[in-house]
């Protein structure tokens, strides 16, 4: 039942990965909670505060296709390199910009776009990366590691970035982002080189297209999708912390999504359990409607104890989610499409929370929090629901079947580029 920490064991790569980004993920994860409060302090609107997500959403989208064709052709330690780099710089403008006396909406604005466009660039490198140096049979135990890391970072970051802001001020709160971004550099400069795939292709709109036309030709992969885009659309509240704050009390800013991280924490310390459950498909879809019911819940109660209490439980439920799904990506995709794949889940799994939090917001501005959120939990259940009835195989979907899938695609592949050659 314990967590399985095999692949740290295994590999001294992922070792590197996952310790440099857990101390850097923490201070990510004080700005992710410091840019949306600032925001709302300064146009006191939950509609704005969602703006910031679809200022995210624009250039995820267009730069997580080039992100996904690179990380299959070129040095994945370079991407890495490059986005990490640049992410830290975009921290440093977040600085200089509470250094003002009135600081900049647009710059909020333009520094989240940044940063979402490079994360779209580094994540499928990053996925594709982890593929290439752990066993195929170790990617739920991965994906546990990798949701404890997020966890981690997700309790301890926002809970302190909402007293240092509230308190302090949110130059500090950057500040400390900023230095921890040297963790998760050193990591990326100690890595080992891994080579593309043999024969990989090159960056271009038919690789990108050739990526698509096999997503959508699998019906489990299809069903990762919808399902936690639906879920995350109608029912993800990021966008009204900042409001509930001042229902609650403006220092508790960070403790609702460090709830919702607790509760995940919890998942993935008890994940053990995951590696003998076979049937991924019917636990995502199961998991995505228990979110979805506790954030329904979690709008009708009034009261901080019980709110939190409801968002760990979403959150243990979004979890077990996330790890089925990335079990379900890592084991079955073969490797020479793994970074093209890793943009269209990453797109999959960022739409729905960066377009549900503008929705959360502007239905919350108009019609009042809980009918936002109360709204957003039974919206998810039916949405979840008309999914599953939609995609009947993914639901019996076994991950051992996929995992045979998997390595007859590559054979045919390895067998098809020996015969070219020997042609040639």
Same mark, same amino acid.
């Given at each position: ?38 925001? /709302? ?255 329904? /819940? ?127």
């Amino acid at each position: 039942m314990l967590l399985d920490l095999s692949p740290l064991r295994t590999s001294r790569d992922y070792r590197l990965l996952f310790f440099g980004q857990l101390v850097s993920f923490f201070g990510s994860m004080m700005t992710f909670i410091v840019v949306p409060w600032q925001m /709302f302090q300064l146009t006191g609107s939950s509609a704005m505060v969602g703006y910031i997500a679809l200022a995210e959403f624009i250039p995820m989208v267009s730069l997580a296709f080039v992100g996904g064709a690179l990380a299959d052709f070129i040095d994945k330690r370079r991407m890495l390199r490059i986005t990490e780099i640049g992410q830290t710089a975009v921290t440093a403008i977040l600085i200089l910009n509470s250094l003002l006396s009135k600081p900049h909406i647009w710059v909020l604005f333009v520094a989240v776009a940044l940063h979402a466009g490079l994360a779209a660039l580094q994540r499928p490198a990053f996925e594709s990366f982890i593929q290439k140096v752990i066993p195929a049979e170790m990617m739920s135990a991965v994906m546990a590691l990798n949701s404890v890391r997020f966890s981690m970072g997700m309790i301890v970051g926002p809970a302190i970035a909402g007293v240092i802001a509230t308190q302090l001020s949110p130059t500090i709160a950057y500040t400390i982002d900023l230095f921890t971004f040297v963790a998760s550099l050193i990591a990326v400069f100690m890595l080992r080189f891994v080579p593309p795939p043999e024969n990989a292709e090159r960056p271009g709109f038919a690789a990108i297209k050739k990526a698509w036309r096999y997503a959508f030709s699998r019906q489990e992969l299809v069903g990762t999708y919808f399902i936690d885009i639906a879920a995350m659309f109608f029912a993800f509240p990021q966008a009204l912390y900042p409001a509930l704050a001042t229902v609650y009390g403006e220092k508790y800013v960070g403790f609702f999504p460090a709830a919702i991280a607790v509760g995940a924490l919890t998942a993935s310390l008890t994940s053990g359990w995951t590696r003998n459950v076979h049937r991924h498909g019917l636990l995502v879809i199961a998991a995505a409607m228990l979110w979805g019911i506790a954030i329904l /819940f979690f709008g009708l109660t009034d009261s901080l104890a019980p709110a939190l209490l409801l968002l760990a439980v979403a959150g243990f439920f979004d979890m077990v989610s996330g790890i089925f799904r990335g079990a379900i990506w890592n084991q079955t995709i073969p490797n020479y499409l793994r970074g093209r794949l890793a943009s269209i889940e990453m797109i999959s799994y960022l739409t729905g929370p960066m377009l549900g939090s503008a929705k959360m917001g502007i239905v919350a501005e108009r019609f009042g929090l809980r009918t936002a959120i109360v709204s957003g939990g039974a919206m998810c259940i039916a949405a979840v629901a008309g999914a599953a009835l939609l995609l009947p195989k993914f639901a019996v979907y076994d991950g051992r079947e996929g995992i045979r899938q998997r390595e007859i695609e590559e054979a045919e592949r390895a067998e098809m580029l020996r015969v070219s050659e020997a042609e040639f």
